[in-house]
């Protein structure tokens, strides 16, 4: 009986080691190092203008050589300022951006680091994500010279969910994305993996940069909210002295939602290479 019990945790500890062998072998982690931007009301557009350094890591499962699960988290920060021809708005911000998102890939060539049949492959990827941000923009009291990074989305500076602006409620700074793009991958052994790729994230918020709608009234916001919420909602004063925008007059344009993008590096190692002489090991003991 006890023979029969011993053989039958043998094969079940053979299954599992086995079964782990194939997972490791199957699966990458690695790290990202690149560059994050955004597009929105605070940078007219421009998909390659205003790039801040952006770091992250990552989880890659391969169910074959075409297709691949992968799990990401990245960290960066973007930032807009008005351009030449709308300096007279002089709104500009800045906000970090942690994104975590669960995305397919797909390999043109059949690539898999078990052979040497190709080297390398073009991918395309697509799936969901959160990510947080928070807006802030820099501001120097002329009365009391007190200057600093200022949180913009808790001064309601288009009047969300005051009387000003009550069907216009304070946005979430926790928000949904798609990410998708393009890139290449290229293993130079069976053990590492390295890919560059571009893109792109669908947000569902047009308040990455806390623009969007119109002004409204600087006087009552200022008795609502306070002096630098008032401030830092309508900042054409400091370029333009005594110049103040009406109430309704376009502060940004809701029509569209703001993106961000991220391009990147990153190298990926098969965790078999980490955690595989672990279960040689124990394979090897009699």
């Not at 008005?82 to 995305?103: A, K, M, Q, V």
């Not at 190709?118 to 807006?135: D, E």
């Amino acid at each position: 009986m006890l023979k029969k019990i011993l053989l039958s945790l043998s094969l079940l500890l053979a299954a599992i080691v086995g079964h782990t062998q194939v997972w490791l072998g199957k699966t990458e982690i690695g790290f990202t190092v690149g560059g994050m931007n955004y597009i929105g009301d605070l940078n007219n557009q421009h998909v390659y203008d205003k790039v801040s350094l952006a770091l992250g890591g990552l989880v890659r499962y391969n169910f074959d050589e075409r297709w691949s699960l992968r799990f990401d988290v990245d960290y960066g920060h973007i930032k807009g300022g008005d351009p030449d021809y709308l300096t007279h708005r002089n709104l500009s911000f800045r906000s970090h951006i942690l994104e975590g998102s669960l995305r397919a890939e797909f390999n043109f060539f059949p690539f898999s680091m078990r052979d040497d049949h190709f080297l390398w492959t073009p991918f395309i990827f697509c799936g969901v994500g959160f990510f947080t941000f928070n807006p802030t923009a820099y501001y120097s009291d002329p009365l009391t010279g007190e200057s600093g990074w200022y949180d913009l989305q808790p001064l309601c500076t288009e009047g969300q969910g005051t009387t000003l602006n009550p069907g216009n409620g304070p946005y979430t700074l926790v928000q949904l994305s798609m990410p998708f793009g393009i890139g290449a991958k290229y293993h130079p052994n069976k053990s590492f993996t390295l890919s560059v790729e571009y893109g792109f994230r669908k947000t569902w918020t047009d308040y990455l940069d806390d623009v969007s709608t119109v002004y409204v009234d600087n006087d009552e916001l200022k008795k609502i909210m306070g002096d630098l919420a008032a401030a830092l909602a309508d900042r054409t004063g400091e370029v333009e002295p005594g110049a103040v925008n009406k109430a309704g007059m376009k502060r940004g344009d809701d029509s569209l939602n703001d993106w961000f993008a991220y391009f990147n590096v990153n190298m990926t190692v098969k965790l078999d290479l980490i955690f595989g002489w672990m279960l040689k090991k124990k394979c090897d003991i009699k």
